[in-house]
T-cell receptor, first 114, second 112 residues
Framework: GENVEQHPSTLSVQEGDSAVIKCTYS??????FPWYKQELGKGPQLIID?????GEKKDQRIAVTLNKTAKHFSLHITETQPEDSAVYFC?????????????FGSGTQLTVLP | EPEVTQTPSHQVTQMGQEVILRCVPI?????FYWYRQILGQKVEFLVS????????KSEIFDDQFSVERPDGSNFTLKIRSTKLEDSAMYFC??????????FGPGTRLTVL
């Protein structure tokens, strides 16, 4: 079935270092891959997304890469800051219709140590 | 910046009772969703809604669940007879013409 695997489940980095979170997906037909940040007690907030017609997208300290052949995509956060500490979820859209339906990874608890 | 809002933030109910969770999507968005997140687990899709009808639903969304858009602004999720395993965070999301889904802050449902 449709599935998204996410690694690692927890990640600790020193402030200023980079963090990388990786996801793989099962359905090669998927063409939309968002990343969400969830702070404690809040809903998921979109931080960046990528569509299958591009291989990389960057927004300030955040970048996402997509390898459609290998069916994996990664989130890169550079110059991490304590406020980057949160749970990060990758997701993929496996639906065929216009309504979209996201399948989420299991999440990565990122801790940025000051 | 427009945002999705949800009420209540926390709902406590007895097993077997009906609950209605409410959402106000971003105005002019056309697609509406409910997801749930059991404590410590991943976010799971429940249902999508477009043009006043369900577009897709997951196997979690059984006959105990229903959705409705009773007016031009609200979007509701009803659970007819709650079970202990329905305890979770329920997130509403909405989407405009592009792919991006915006999530609300969630309603924490506790079934006793």
């Amino acid at each position: 079935g449709e599935n998204v695997e996410q690694h690692p489940s927890t990640l600790s980095v020193q402030e200023g270092d980079s963090a990388v979170i990786k996801c793989t997906y099962s359905d090669s037909a998927s063409n939309y891959f968002p990343w969400y940040k969830q702070e404690l007690g809040k809903g998921p907030q979109l931080i960046i997304d990528i569509r299958s017609n591009v291989g990389e997208k960057k927004d300030q300290r955040i970048a996402v890469t997509l390898n459609k052949t290998a069916k994996h995509f990664s989130l890169h956060i550079t110059e991490t800051q304590p406020e980057d500490s949160a749970v990060y979820f990758c997701a993929a859209d496996f639906s065929s219709g216009s309504a979209r339906q996201l399948t989420f990874g299991s999440g990565t608890q990122l801790t940025v140590l000051p | 910046e427009p945002e999705v809002t949800q009420t209540p933030s926390h709902q406590v109910t007895q097993m077997g009772q009906e609950v209605i969770l409410r959402c106000v999507p971003i105005s002019n968005h056309l697609y509406f969703y409910w997801y749930r997140q059991i404590l410590g687990q991943k976010v799971e899709f429940l249902v999508s809604f477009y043009n006043n009808e369900i577009s897709e639903k997951s196997e979690i969304f059984d006959d105990q669940f229903s959705v409705e858009r009773p007016d031009g602004s609200n979007f509701t999720l009803k659970i007819r007879s709650t079970k202990l395993e329905d305890s979770a965070m329920y997130f509403c999301a909405s989407m405009g013409g592009a792919d991006t889904q915006y999530f609300g802050p969630g309603t924490r449902l506790t079934v006793l």
